[in-house]
C-alpha cells in the first residue's frame, strides 16, 4: 500500500486561507438575510398594530365587540 505525500505547510496555509475566506463570505450572506429578516419582522409586527388598532376602531364605533366573522362580512 502507498502512502500519499503529506501537504506541505504551504498548502495548509492556502487550504486554511481559502477556507476562512469562504467562512467570511458565509458569514456576510447570513448577516444580511439576518438585516433582512429584522426588517421584515418590524413590518409584520408595524401591520399587526395597524389592525388592532383598526379593529379597536371598528369596535368602539359599532358600540360592541361583534366578532371577527361579522366584521369581515360587514367590511367586504
Sequence with gaps: ???????????RQEVLLATERDLLAEVARTRRQE??????????REQ????????????????????LASLVRKIG
Excluded: F
Design 48 to 67: 399587526v398594530r395597524y389592525y388592532e388598532r383598526l379593529l379597536e376602531m371598528l369596535k368602539r364605533d359599532w358600540g360592541h365587540d361583534p366578532g
Design 1 to 11: 500500500m502507498s502512502r500519499r505525500p503529506l501537504p506541505s505547510i504551504t498548502d
Design 35 to 44: 438585516e433582512y429578516l429584522l426588517v421584515k419582522v418590524r413590518q409584520a
